[in-house]
């Protein structure tokens, strides 16, 4: 069985700060993990990945995330947080024994203020 | 390209009707999948195909909900005697056969059930 956790429902920063957006997960494999994001009246899209390799993996917008393989956390950053980042973030996990199906966390919602 | 395109965008019906969604993938995408999203939700999964298979139909909420492929392509999830607890948003993505490939979302179909 796979499951995701993002802990919290809420994530508030200024504009400017860091910004970290967290996710734990849980598969029987190895696991392929993903973020998304949703702006408001806007599709899901892609923002980055981790399959395998470099533990930091760089995506759109200038986010990145850090697989943490002891800590099963594939927490999302940003170094300086503009107002445009303000969305809905899900985080995502597939099992390389079943990676045909993703599970998604129930997302976290990032606001920046000005 | 076109990306993945769904039908209607918006339906409402009366409580006990069927409706049906139509989702079109990405051409060449050969895994579909569909989710639901509650208002204030994460994503719920539903079902995947792989070409026109469905290996796993274990998201499906009740045996009021069916999905069928045809073609390798568009696919439709149909949703019989609806009950108020069906509105939602019904998004569909679609991705290559590869494991290690992020998916595709659509618009969504937001059902609202009077």
């Known amino acids: 069985a796979q499951s995701v956790a993002q802990p919290e429902d809420q994530v508030n920063v200024a504009e400017g700060n860091p910004l970290t957006v967290k996710c734990t997960y849980s598969?029987?494999?190895?696991?392929?993990l993903f973020w998304y994001v949703q702006y408001p009246n806007r599709g899901l899209q892609f923002l980055l990945k981790y399959i395998t390799g470099d533990n930091l993996v760089k995506g759109s917008y200038g986010f990145e995330a850090e697989f943490n393989k002891s800590q099963t956390s594939f927490h999302l950053k940003k170094p300086s947080a503009l107002v445009s980042d303000s969305a809905l973030y899900f985080c995502?996990?597939?099992?390389?024994?079943?990676?045909?199906?993703?599970?998604f966390g129930d997302g976290t919602t990032l606001t920046v203020k000005p | 390209g076109a990306g993945v395109s769904q039908s209607p965008s918006n339906k409402v019906t009366e409580k006990g009707k069927d409706v049906e969604l139509r989702c079109d993938p990405i051409?060449?995408?050969?895994?579909l999948y569909w989710y639901r999203q509650s208002l204030g939700q994460g994503l719920e999964f539903l079902i995947y195909f792989q070409g026109n298979s469905a290996p796993d139909k274990s998201g499906l909420p009740s045996d009021r909900f069916s999905a069928e492929r045809t073609g390798g392509s568009v696919s439709t999830l149909t949703i019989q005697r609806t009950q108020q607890e069906d509105s939602a948003v019904y998004l569909c993505a679609s991705s290559t056969r590869d494991r290690y490939n992020e998916q595709f979302f659509g618009p969504g179909t937001r059902l609202t059930v009077l």
């Open positions: 598969v029987s494999g190895n696991p392929y």
């Open positions: 995502a996990v597939r099992d390389s024994w079943d990676a045909g199906k993703s599970t």
């Open positions: 051409s060449g995408h050969t895994a």
